[in-house]
């Protein structure tokens, strides 16, 4: 590949602040993603950059950023596919930003319980067991959310008003309710709420950009099909 200009939004309380833009220069091998380009950069031209990353293989959602204003995972984004002489890195909107490309997502989870059915191994099917003994054991994925927060970026409505429940959310509790329908009255009060589902309007844009394939969207309308008790429940 040719060389290759990747410019990044970068941010140090104190030191870059306000945050502006950096260019780094690098000839890429064919296969890299951004996250490669990144390690490459902190090792070589810039150590003190900020960045995260943990599964290098799309998930745990650390690594999401916007690539050219969109939400992308860095380390499934390959430079080669972007087809664009500069690359553009920033970090996710809607989510306070602690340095460069990392941004505290907590906000994610502060509605999800500890006891919802998302977080538990399933006993019928043995899981438990499966994820705590022997040399055979195995991960099993409870979910397809992997908390990227690519979608709450993405939402026109969730970046206009910071009380919005967001996509990811609203995808949580819709999936709780249909795997655990005596949670429906409790939940579908807090996703009814006037910074709930009825804010949401219907952009599409998170499930556009959810690496994973949740289709956020989906699961908001089943919520409103809930409360108006139109269509199909989810
Ligand atoms: S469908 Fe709703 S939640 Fe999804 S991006 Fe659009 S406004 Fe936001
Ligand atoms: S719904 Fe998709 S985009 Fe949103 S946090 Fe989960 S994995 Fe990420
Ligand atoms: S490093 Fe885990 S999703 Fe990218």
Sequence with gaps: M???EIKISRFKPGVIDPPAFFTYELTPAPAWTVLDAL?????????SLMYRRACHHASCGTCACTVNGVER?????RLADLQTPAITLEPLRCFQRVGDLVTVRSALFQFIQPDWSCLQPDDKRGDRDLLLSGPDRTITRFENCIE??????ACPVARSNRHFLGPAVLSAVSREIKKNPSTEKDLLTLAAAPDGEPACRRALACSRVCPTGVYPARHIYALRDRRTGTGNKP
């Design 148 to 153: 990227c927060g690519c979608c709450v970026s």
């Design 2 to 4: 040719r060389s290759l």
């Design 39 to 47: 390690e490459q950069i902190r090792i070589h031209q810039e150590p």
């Design 73 to 77: 995972l860095a380390c499934r984004t």
